[in-house]
């Protein structure tokens, strides 16, 4: 995590000396500058109010732990949540990268990231790499620089599939890597990422950044030896800069050596870039001293809360006022939300005064809802049954609503085809809930038999009944499918939808872009129904295959934009590919084999699926596949 997994008594003293003098330096020369007065922090509109989570086993993600700490960060007005997918080597030398034994399941990850995005929050992945030798990630130096980067690339790859398939907000490449990022360190590194984030952009379009350290010496000053931001979306710092050189410090000293960091080295660094900056992690202990070098998570002292508040309020006063800071994600927030508490010292807030410090720096009291004033609403689950079928079918729309305070709200279903046009709508107005209660809502849809195929998106929104205020909006909730078939009757005729007031997407909400004029659009699947050819590049039946693996196939006879083609593995879930052009136009995707175990060396059964632009099944084919992990 910070810059203190160092094994060489010199370097250790060396690092500890330099902060120290770094931090004297920062109160001393401070003093010439006049700090803002204490004040109600105002975030700027779009800044990243972000907690950082971190699994401590593998299903940790997706249990009801989670849920709740989710829950928890939710009332202190985050608004995102850093996920952390840790990843391991052997040592610093070598080249093999796996998942740690600890590392959240793709499951996990989605259903962390589903509960995120139900309560109105966003998503970053936050990729560590640590190597099992005991030495800090700053220091890893493999011996073939070549297989550690095509194997590390290839974990990009993965999770940037992941990320776009489930609407994740923001990537975080990677942290600390000193060694392996910096031009200072090797010329070379800064193409190699430049390679990598290229890859990386082709498959993913969200934001990206990666977590820099703050400094402390010429090594590990790393921000400013980066090549390569200019090719991603934020200057990301890992901003454990030192801030005092004694306990207890003021907010107006802590504000006053921020300043100086500033003046002498942030500042100027964005100005050369042209970057907006973002503390990628950043956070304060709850012990004597945690100022003086906010990275030492060893350093031993008594419970110090104010401490650890100042930090926080400091923090959040000074970088509010620049219009190039976009925001911060604090170390760190645990996935259990009954830790921690009075006489706790670590980084961690949560039922410590510290919670409340960032809750109010961050807009909101503890408990949520502007101190119980506001309504708030948590969508627990949603889904659609049947997930696939054909038109004429009665769906059933379920939604899990749990209120904190007691309102009297609507609940909107809404619809909405591939294009983003809405096709269905229903509502249910006057819904009075009492504070804390939940409710499970089946809204039943028969869908006309000449209904279009194709895929299709349930939104959820809570409102108040005058349709003025939207307390929460799930533009993704659930996502099914009409296929082609034989329609049926309708099963049930469906509840009338109430009169209410007409509504387009809600408030706040944004609709379908169209595109731009001028902008080639995709050209139609041919009409008809020729005899398509599915060739599958990699793998071959009958293969074994270890750990992650770029499977690759095409419809021989259409172009890429023609068509959609999916992977899954034993009938279960379907996954995007993605275009790739090298190596002539295919579609592709990266796949750990690693995570699967259920059938043991397998055989397992790879299928791909072509689908027109339509969602009509083009053609299928599979291979049967065997693993070695």
């Not at 590919?577 to 060396?601: C, F, I, L, R």
Request: aromatic share 12%; with cysteine; hydrophobic share 35%.
């Amino acid at each position: 995590m910070k810059n203190i997994k160092i094994t060489n008594p010199a370097l250790i003293k060396f690092s500890l000396v330099a902060g120290l003098y770094l931090a004297s330096m920062a109160i001393v020369i401070g003093f010439t500058w006049r700090p803002l007065p204490a004040k109600a922090i105002t975030t700027p509109t779009g800044w990243q109010k972000g907690v950082t989570l971190q699994p401590r086993w593998p299903e940790d993600f997706g249990s009801p732990n989670t849920d709740a700490a989710i829950d928890q960060a939710r009332q202190t007005n985050a608004n995102y949540v850093a996920l952390v997918i840790p990843l391991q080597q052997d040592n610093i030398s070598s080249t093999n990268i796996y998942r740690a034994s600890y590392a959240p399941t793709d499951a996990a990850l989605i259903h962390a990231t589903n509960k995120a995005h139900s309560l109105g929050m966003k998503v970053s992945l936050k990729i560590h790499l640590d190597p099992q030798d005991g030495q800090w990630r700053a220091n890893i130096n493999p011996t073939d620089r070549n297989a550690w980067y095509s194997n590390y690339g290839n974990f990009m790859n993965y999770f940037a599939d992941l990320s776009r398939q489930n609407n994740i907000e923001q990537m975080i490449i990677g942290g600390e890597l000193i060694s392996m990022s910096t031009s200072t360190s090797n010329p070379d590194n800064t193409q190699r990422w430049q390679t990598i984030i290229s890859q990386v952009r082709q498959r993913y379009s969200g934001l990206l950044t990666y977590s820099a350290n703050w400094g402390g010496s010429f090594f590990t000053e790393e921000f400013p030896h980066i090549g390569f931001w200019g090719q991603l979306d934020f200057i990301g710092i890992s901003a454990y800069f030192g801030l005092a050189n004694y306990n207890n410090p003021s907010v107006s000293d802590i504000m006053n050596a921020w300043n100086n960091w500033n003046t002498s080295k942030i500042q100027p660094f964005q100005q050369s870039v042209g970057k907006p900056v973002l503390f990628t992690e950043v956070g304060y202990r709850s012990v004597d001293g945690s100022l003086i070098n906010p990275w030492d998570y060893n350093h031993q002292g008594a419970y110090n809360a104010q401490e650890q508040i100042n930090g926080i309020d400091a923090l959040m006063q000074y970088w509010t006022n620049y219009p190039w800071f976009s925001g911060l994600q604090y170390w760190a927030w645990s996935t259990d939300a009954t830790c921690c508490g009075a006489g706790n010292t670590a980084f961690e807030v949560q039922n410590k005064p510290g919670q409340t410090a960032l809750a109010n720096d961050f807009g909101a009291q503890v408990g949520g809802g502007g101190g119980g004033t506001t309504p708030a609403f948590l969508l627990l689950n949603s889904s659609v049954a049947p997930a696939s079928a054909v038109p004429g079918t009665t769906l059933t729309m379920n939604a899990g609503i749990k209120a904190t305070n007691a309102a009297s709200v609507v609940v909107d279903m809404e619809v909405y085809n591939s294009t983003g046009a809405k096709v269905y709508q229903q509502v249910a107005s006057n819904q009075s809930f009492a504070a804390n209660e939940t409710r499970n809502y089946a809204f039943a849809w028969a869908t006309p038999t000449n209904q279009a195929t194709g895929e299709y998106t349930l939104s959820i929104g809570i409102f108040s009944n005058d349709w003025t205020t939207n307390y929460t909006w799930s533009s993704n909730a659930a996502s099914f499918a009409l296929t082609v078939g034989t329609p049926v009757s309708p099963t049930a005729t469906p509840t009338a939808t109430p009169t209410v007031k007409p509504t387009a997407t809600p408030v706040g909400q944004p609709t379908a872009t169209p595109t731009p004029v001028g902008q080639p659009t995709a050209t139609p699947t041919p009409a008809g129904n020729p005899s398509y050819s599915l060739a599958i590049w990699w793998p071959s039946n009958g293969v074994t295959l270890q750990g992650i693996q770029t499977i690759k196939a095409k419809i021989n006879e259409l172009n890429l934009n023609q068509y959609k083609m999916y992977w899954q593995v034993d009938g279960r879930a379907l996954n995007l590919m993605a275009d790739q052009v090298n190596e002539g136009a295919h579609k592709e995707a990266v796949v750990d084999t690693s995570t699967w175990n259920w059938k043991g060396a397998g055989p397992y059964t790879l299928t791909f699926v072509a689908k027109g632009l339509n969602g009509v099944v083009l053609k299928q084919a599979a291979v049967q596949i065997y693993t070695r992990n």
